[in-house]
């Protein structure tokens, strides 16, 4: 089974400061993407960033950005100046194959600590 | 834009009724997803569709759960009959091919 981990059930991070999530993936294709989703207390899941797999340089969003490690099967994400909105569920996420099959992780909850 | 609209928002049902939930996806986007998610847990793929076509099934219920996309756009997710288990919340994602995925606001399902 092509399968998404995210082994850390929970973290948290003070006010400003930096976390990191992990996610690693399983995958036999060549053509792929890699998406962090964060699902507020809302359950309104938003997009945070995206990475496309044939790209060598790792994708940033304002303060979010990844540490993409192809060889490793590795996609996790860096929140730097932790913000009290950004407490919530993220997920990672593989989309891969000609029908664009998608896996996602089983998320990780971030609490930030004021 | 409009965002995936979902109807119902919220949804009390007894066990082993019947019970449809609506997904209109984001104008022009071919691919569309069903999810379920069960309380504390991430989003369990339950159909795919591309255009009118079911891409991924493979963890759709068959024997109780139901879904249809007509012409390619709305779609409709049913349960009949309904048991306890089902309680979770259905959601709606639309995508471009090889595209991001942008999800409804969902439907919460209680079976009582």
């Known amino acids: 089974a092509q399968t998404v981990t995210q082994s850390q059930p929970e973290m948290s991070v003070q006010e400003a400061e930096t976390v990191t999530l992990s996610c690693t993936y399983d995958t036999s294709e060549s053509d792929y993407y890699l998406f962090w989703y964060k699902q507020p207390p809302s359950r309104q899941m938003i997009l945070v960033i995206r990475q496309e797999a044939y790209k060598q340089q790792n994708a940033t969003e304002n303060r979010f950005s990844v540490n993409f490690q192809k060889a490793a099967k590795s996609f996790s994400l860096k929140i730097s100046d932790s913000q009290l909105g950004d407490a919530a569920m993220y997920f990672c996420a593989r989309i891969s194959g000609g029908y664009q099959k998608v896996t996602f992780g089983t998320g990780t909850k971030l609490q930030v600590i004021p | 834009e409009a965002g995936v609209a979902q109807s119902p928002r919220y949804k009390i049902i007894e066990k082993r009724q019947s019970v449809a939930f609506w997904c209109n996806p984001i104008?022009?986007?071919?691919?569309l997803y069903w999810y379920q998610q069960i309380l504390g847990q991430g989003p369990k793929l339950l159909i795919q569709?591309?255009?009118?076509?079911?891409?991924?099934d493979s963890q759709l219920p068959k024997d109780r759960f139901s879904a249809e996309r007509l012409k390619g756009v709305d779609s409709t997710l049913k349960i009949q009959p309904a048991k306890l288990e089902d309680s979770a919340v259905y959601l709606c994602a639309s995508s471009y091919p090889q595209g991001t995925q942008y999800f409804g606001p969902g439907t919460r399902l209680l079976v009582l």
């Open positions: 104008s022009g986007h071919a691919t």
């Open positions: 569709f591309q255009n009118n076509g079911v891409v991924d």
